[in-house]
C-alpha cells in the first residue's frame, strides 16, 4: 500500500534513557540533551520545509513525548495532537527497572537480541498487540503526518509501514533523537 510521507521522530533522551530503565508506560524528563535533541529534530523539520500547513501533527500522550513535540513543533509553528496509539509499549513488572536489574531477577540467554529481550517481558503489552495498534494507527493516514512517538512503537510503526512483518523488527535502524522518513514504502533515517 503505497501512503503519505510518514516522519517519525523519536522523543529526546530522558533520565531513564540515560540510566538504562525500561520506561514504558512511565515517564521520566527529558535531559538537557533531550531537549537539545528536540531543538534539532524542529530545526531539521523547519530546514525540509516542514509546517503547519504540510503536514498532520501527531504525538504519543506520554509526557517525554508531549515535551519533544513542544519543542521541535515550535520551531515549525505547529502543535500536534494526542493519539493513544502512539504511546510506548507496556513494559509490566519492567516498568521502571534497569537493564542491570532485569538481568539479575529475569536472567536470558547471554547472547539474546533486544527484540527478544522486550518479548519475555513479565506482564508486558504482546507484540501482536503493539504491531494491531500501529497498524489501526497507519490506516488512518491520509495526508503526510509527523508522529511525536518511543523507541519500540516507532520500530513496529516503521516495520509495518515499509511492508515487513514481525520477524523484522531488527531490520530497521533505531536511535534517540532522530528523525525517520517512510515516503514511498521505502525508509530513510535523517541523523539529528
Known amino acids: 500500500m503505497n501512503r503519505p510521507e510518514i516522519l517519525i521522530l523519536r522523543h529526546g ?3 531513564w534513557n540515560r540510566e538504562g ?3 514504558g508506560g512511565y515517564d521520566s524528563p527529558l535531559t538537557k540533551r533531550g531537549r537539545e535533541q528536540a531543538a534539532r529534530m524542529g530545526q531539521r523539520l523547519r530546514d525540509m520545509g516542514i509546517g503547519a500547513d504540510t503536514h498532520e ?3 504519543s500522550p506520554q509526557g ?13 509553528g505547529a502543535r500536534a495532537r494526542q493519539e493513544p496509539l502512539l504511546r510506548e509499549i507496556g513494559m509490566g ?3 521502571g527497572l534497569s537493564r542491570d536489574e532485569i538481568a539479575r531477577r529475569w536472567p ?14 513479565p506482564g ?3 507484540f501482536d498487540a503493539l504491531w494491531a495498534r500501529v497498524g489501526e494507527l497507519l490506516d ?3 495526508r503526510p503526518t509527523v508522529m511525536i512517538t518511543h523507541g519500540f512503537t516507532s520500530r513496529f510503526l516503521r516495520t509495518r509501514a515499509v511492508g515487513l512483518g514481525l520477524d523484522a523488527l531488527d531490520h530497521l535502524p533505531g536511535g534517540q533523537g532522530v528523525i525517520f522518513r517512510i515516503r514511498n514504502g521505502c525508509h530513510e533515517c535523517l541523523e539529528e
Open 64 to 76: 517525554r513525548a508531549v515535551e519533544t513535540a513542544g519543542i521541535a513543533l515550535s520551531e515549525i
Open 13 to 15: 533522551e530522558t533520565e
Open 21 to 23: 530503565r525500561f520506561q
Open 93 to 95: 513488572e519492567w516498568s
Open 140 to 142: 488512518t493516514v491520509t
Open 57 to 59: 501533527f501527531l504525538t
Open 108 to 121: 536470558g540467554p547471554e547472547d539474546e537480541s533486544f527484540i527478544d529481550l522486550y518479548a519475555r517481558a
Open 124 to 126: 508486558a503489552e504482546t
